[in-house]
C-alpha cells in the first residue's frame, strides 16, 4: 500500500510536471510569436526585410530602450551595425534628425552604404513621432498577435477548461480596451490609450454652448478602474458633471425620458450638457430619433453659440448612423456643430473647420506690442495666476487658445503680436491645424512648473518681446518667491519617497517636458525636495535594456528593474515608497496595497501653484489611511 501510494504521488507528480511544462512551452510560443510579428513591424516601417537571410541589408532585431528603440542592422552587403532611433529631444547625440527623431549608428557608422541607409530612413521617417513609433512597434504587435492556448484574463479557476493561468509576458491584449484587461496591465500606470480617447475632446467653448452625450448615462460615470485623471481637466475644474450641469430631470427631459412638458435649461451663459440616455430598447430600436429630438428642442428652446456632439461608445457600436443626424443639423441650425466620436483617428479635421473659417473671416485689429496669446494652457486658478504673474510685468494676456475652441476667440485674437506655445506633444496636431498658419510670432516656451520653470516661461516671453528689462523682473520676483515661501517649504518632503512605474518603453515620459503632457515629472519632484523611487518594468525579453536605462537613471533617483507582478509587489512592499503615480484615479492595485494616489491633475503651474502642488503631495505623503485600510479595498476580502 506504501509503495502503490507513492506511486501514485509521483504520477501525480510527473502530470503536474508536464502540464507545467506544457504551459510554459504555450507561454515561449506566444512570446517568439509576439516578437515575430514586432520584427515584421520593424521591417515594414523601415523598408528592410528582416531574418537571418541573406539579403544585401536586413533588419535582424528590433528591442525597445530607455529613451526609443533599438535596431539591430545586418547583411551581406553591410557591417553588423546597432541603429539607434529616439526621441529628438530626449538625446543630444545623434547622426541625423527628422522632425521628431534622432537616428544615430554604431557598430558600423563608417560604412557608406550604412549611411546612405540612414538618410533614406530619415526621410522615410521625417514626420513619423515617438508616439506613432511605438504604436507600430510595442501596440499594433499585441493587437496583431493570437495566441489561442492562452485562457481569458478573467476566466475563473473553477472553469471546466482547467486552471486559470494568467497570460504570459508579451501575450496579446484578449480585450477591446487596451489597458484594462490587458495581460500586461499590471505595468500600465499611464493611461495612454484612455487619454487618446479623450484627446480629440479637449474643445471647450468660451462663451454660450452645449455640449450633447449621445449615449449611455451610466457610461459617463462607470468606467474601469475608476474615472482616469485627464490632465487638462486641474483639480478644483469646474467641469464636472454633477457639479455644472444640472439634474438628471433636466438632462433627459429634452430626449422625452423627463417629466411632460420639462423644456430644455434656457440658461446658456456658459457650457452646458444635456444627455440622451441610450438604454435597452433604444439599442434594439434605434438610438438616432432621441438625439434628432433633443437637437430641434434645443433649436427652439436655447441659443447656444457653438453645438459639440459626442457619441459615445454604445450608439457606435451598434451601427446608429449619427453623423447623418449631425449632417442634418448642420444644415438647419444657424451655429455651428461639431462632431466626434470613439474611433481612434482624431477628428480634428472635420472638427475644426470651424476656427479656421472663423480665423479668417475675423475683422483686422491694432496690435498691442506688450499683448501674448496662451496656446494649450488649460483653465483653471493656476492659469489666472499665471496671467497676473504676467500683468504684473506689464505684459497682458489677450486670448487662451486650445483647449478653448470657439469662433469668439478668433475675434480679436491678432491683436497679439506673440502666441506662446504649451509644450504638449499630445496637441501639436491642433497647433499644426490652428495656430502656426496664423500670422502672429510663435514661441514653444518651457513649461511653467515650480520656480526654476516659471521663471524660465517668463524669461521666455519677456524675449521673444524683446524686453530684457522684463526679464530681470521676472528673475527677481521667483527669487523673492524662492526665499520667502518655497526655501522653508522644501525640507520637509525629504523624509518622504514617492514612486513611479513605468515601462521601459515610456521612462523618457519622467523626465522630459513634452512626454507627459508638458510635465516634467522627476525634474519637478527632486526640485520640491521629493526623494523619488522609480520601478522599471523590464519589456519582454527587454532585461538588459532595462538594466541599462536603470543605471542610467540611479544617481539621482532610486531605481530598480521588475520583470513580474511579483517583482513589482516586493518593490511596493520594500522600496520605502508612499504615494504612487498612476492615472487611474484611486487605482485598486496601489489602495489595496496601502498606498495612495496622485496624477498629474495634482500639479499646478506658476508660482502659488507650486506652492499648493508641494502642500497637496505632503498631505497625501502624511496619509495612513490607506495604510491602514489597505485590507478593505483587497478582492476577496469581507469588505468588498
Known amino acids: 500500500m506504501v509503495s502503490c501510494h507513492g506511486r501514485a504521488e509521483d504520477g501525480h507528480l510527473a502530470q503536474d510536471t508536464a502540464k507545467t511544462a506544457t504551459a510554459e512551452d504555450a507561454d515561449r510560443e506566444v512570446v517568439a510569436r509576439f516578437e515575430q510579428i514586432r520584427l515584421a513591424a520593424a521591417g515594414r516601417l523601415l523598408g528592410l526585410p528582416v531574418g537571418d537571410g541573406t539579403a544585401g541589408v536586413r533588419v535582424e532585431r528590433v528591442a525597445p530602450i530607455a529613451t526609443g528603440w533599438l535596431f539591430a542592422i545586418g547583411g551581406t552587403a553591410v557591417p553588423r551595425a546597432d541603429l539607434l532611433v529616439e526621441d529628438a529631444d530626449g538625446t543630444p547625440r545623434c547622426l541625423l534628425r527628422t522632425d521628431h527623431l534622432a537616428l544615430s549608428l554604431s557598430g558600423g557608422a563608417d560604412s557608406p552604404v550604412l549611411r546612405r541607409l540612414a538618410e533614406a530612413l530619415a526621410r522615410r521617417l521625417r514626420t513619423v513621432t515617438p508616439a506613432r513609433l511605438a504604436w507600430w512597434l510595442h501596440d499594433r504587435p499585441l493587437a496583431e498577435a493570437e495566441a489561442p492556448v492562452i485562457a481569458p484574463v478573467h476566466e475563473p479557476p473553477s472553469s471546466s ?252 485674437y491678432l491683436a497679439a503680436p506673440l502666441q506662446v506655445l504649451y509644450p504638449n506633444p499630445a496637441w501639436e496636431r491642433l497647433y499644426e491645424s490652428l495656430v502656426r498658419p496664423l500670422d502672429c510670432r510663435t514661441v514653444a516656451a518651457p513649461a511653467p512648473y515650480g520656480p526654476r520653470g516659471t521663471a524660465d516661461f517668463l524669461v521666455a516671453v519677456a524675449d521673444a518681446l524683446s524686453r530684457s528689462d522684463l526679464a530681470d523682473r521676472a528673475r527677481e520676483e521667483v527669487g523673492a518667491f524662492a526665499a520667502r515661501t518655497w526655501q522653508p517649504l522644501v525640507a520637509a518632503p525629504s523624509r518622504h519617497r514617492l514612486g513611479l512605474i513605468a515601462e521601459t518603453r515610456s521612462l523618457h515620459r519622467l523626465s522630459a517636458a513634452a512626454g507627459l503632457w508638458g510635465l516634467p515629472l522627476v525634474p519637478l519632484l527632486l526640485e520640491m525636495g521629493f526623494r523619488v523611487g522609480v520601478a522599471i518594468v523590464a519589456e519582454p525579453g527587454g532585461r538588459e535594456a532595462a538594466d541599462r536605462a536603470c543605471e542610467a537613471w540611479r544617481g539621482g533617483v532610486d531605481a530598480a528593474v521588475v520583470e513580474t507582478p511579483a517583482d513589482l509587489d516586493a518593490w511596493l512592499a520594500g522600496s520605502g515608497v508612499g504615494p504612487v503615480f498612476s492615472d487611474y484615479a484611486f487605482d485598486d492595485r496601489l489602495v489595496s496595497r496601502g498606498h495612495a494616489t496622485f496624477s498629474a491633475r495634482v500639479f499646478e503651474k506658476g508660482l502659488l501653484g507650486a506652492e499648493r502642488t508641494i502642500r497637496r503631495l505632503l498631505d497625501l505623503a502624511r496619509m495612513t489611511c490607506y495604510r491602514d485600510h489597505a485590507f478593505a479595498f483587497r478582492r476577496g476580502s469581507h469588505a468588498t
Open 161 to 412: 477548461r482547467g486552471a486559470w493561468r494568467p497570460p504570459p509576458a508579451g501575450a496579446p491584449c484578449p480585450a477591446l480596451h487596451r489597458a484594462w484587461n490587458h495581460p500586461r496591465a499590471w505595468s500600465r500606470f499611464f493611461a495612454d490609450d484612455e487619454l487618446a480617447m479623450h484627446g480629440d475632446g479637449v474643445a471647450i467653448a468660451t462663451g454660450p454652448s452645449l455640449r450633447v452625450e449621445h449615449g449611455d448615462l451610466e457610461c459617463q460615470f462607470l468606467r474601469p478602474r475608476g474615472f482616469v485623471g485627464i490632465p487638462w481637466q486641474p483639480l478644483g475644474s469646474l467641469r464636472h458633471h454633477n457639479r455644472k450641469w444640472g439634474s438628471v430631470r433636466q438632462r433627459l427631459a429634452v430626449a422625452g425620458r423627463g417629466r411632460a412638458g420639462s423644456p430644455a435649461p434656457r440658461s446658456t451663459d456658459e457650457e452646458k450638457c444635456l444627455y440622451t440616455n441610450v438604454i435597452d430598447v433604444d439599442v434594439i430600436e434605434g438610438a438616432t430619433p432621441l438625439l434628432e429630438r433633443l437637437l430641434e428642442s434645443v433649436r427652439r428652446h436655447m441659443k447656444p453659440e457653438m453645438v459639440m456632439v459626442n457619441c459615445t461608445c454604445v450608439p457606435q457600436m451598434v451601427g446608429d448612423d449619427v453623423e447623418d443626424v449631425v449632417a442634418r443639423e448642420r444644415s438647419a441650425s444657424p451655429w455651428p456643430v461639431l462632431y466626434k466620436d470613439q474611433s481612434t483617428e482624431d477628428p480634428f479635421e472635420r472638427n475644426l473647420a470651424m476656427m479656421a473659417a472663423a480665423f479668417r473671416d475675423a475683422p483686422p485689429v491694432e496690435r498691442d506690442p506688450a499683448a501674448v496669446n496662451l496656446v494649450g494652457f488649460a483653465r483653471g486658478r493656476d492659469r489666472d495666476e499665471l496671467a497676473a504673474l504676467l500683468g504684473s510685468l506689464g505684459v497682458r494676456v489677450n486670448r487662451y487658445l486650445v483647449p478653448e475652441v470657439s469662433p469668439a476667440v478668433a475675434s480679436g
